[in-house]
């Protein structure tokens, strides 16, 4: 669902504790919101004044998301220019020079308007979670606590171009049974809408009783036309209630655990989901990020509701000091190899590297079970089109056939 907010640009000037005086231009819904962020920073208002001409344009919050804004490319190229000695601010204005889609030119603006009135990156960062995920965020704020934020954004880059590039390969190999299947049923929307409804009314003319097939067909043809309306609201209003069960924790949790009991497909999803889970994790450790702290921020990585929970309660307990291998073992949703290499991550103190080589030997894994299941689906989709179709043109041909026995 679309929930448009109007932002408006303000103008400001303001001052410190320390006297120092700033003045620039802030993104916010209402002048309120403004002056809290600026004070927030440590900047008391001295002005604020919508800038009408720049103002009245919509938002689409929870419909933006990242659409335009392809982290993988922001976070190389801002790794590139820090590691290259250019300034924050600067780098960022190359960013927003840079970027066409106007909702993404707009949060890189909001970001650096946040950084120029005092706000670390991650805190600018973080104001739009909608659109830069708490990892980043996460390791955002500790490449600027260590100095080394340019090596920080790179292996986010490394990270995100990763999950990029499998998840390409998976749309890649849908492509093409998700053509045949919207193929097939408009060829028999097309039919059933239009075609069956005038040979049905030749048939009934000639008082021949119709074979079975056909008048199934007929049937079907009858109803969609008489209350296609009627299949139109249920339909929109199953995908609502689909849609917002799937919002409470409990569905949803009972929905991911049933996805990883599906034979074959079960398999893929945990191996997808246990792959983001250690790329994540593995590149958090190797930001000495707390493994407490890595193991709350991943949760929400991996996708799955069921494994995100093991994930939590991981977190806690490894507070405890217990081994995170033995933890892994006994939530009973990680496949032994990767249990395994977290162990000996653990025991040789390269938790970081283990946990990235099982991250690259499951999207493998991945990869090869998506083309294996993809060059199964094609055919499977076009046997169930063919037999769609098949049914049909038999229903439409057995009258004809009878006619002709008859005249005979």
Known sequence: MRCFITLAVYSYRAVNGTGERSAGNLTSATRREAVERLLAHGWHVLELKEDRGRSGRPLATGFLRRRGLR?????????????????????????????EQP?????????????????????????????????????????????????????????????DELRGEVRAALAYPALVLCLGVASAAVLVGFVIPRLSVMFEGLGERMPLPTRILCGISDLVAAYWWLIGIGLVGLVAGVRAAMVRPSVRLTWDGFKLRIPWAGRLIRQAAVARFA?????????EVHIVEALQVVHAAA?????????????????????????MKSADVFPPLVVQMVAVGEETGRLDQMLLRAAEAYDRQAAASTKLMTSLLAPALILCVAVIVAF?????????????????
């Open 71 to 99: 982290l993988p490319e922001l976070t190389r190229q801002l790794a590139t220019l820090c590691g290259s000695g250019v300034p924050l601010v600067q780098s960022m204005t190359v960013l927003i020079d840079q970027t």
């Open 103 to 163: 909702h993404a030119r707009r949060v890189l603006s909001d970001v650096l308007e946040s950084v120029k009135a005092g706000s670390s990156l991650s805190d600018a960062l973080e104001q739009h979670r909608d659109v830069f995920p708490e990892i980043m965020v996460s390791m955002v704020r500790v490449g600027e606590a260590s100095g080394a934020l340019d090596e920080v954004l790179a292996r986010l880059a490394e990270m995100f171009e990763k999950q």
């Open 279 to 287: 790329r994540s994790l593995g590149t958090l450790v190797k930001a």
């Open 303 to 327: 996708g799955n509701a069921v494994i995100a929970a093991a994930i939590r309660d991981m977190a806690r307990e490894v507070q405890e000091g217990v081994s995170l291998a033995e933890l």
């Open 392 to 408: 049909i043109i038999v229903s439409l041909v057995l009258p004809i056939f009878q006619i002709s026995a008859g005249i005979r």
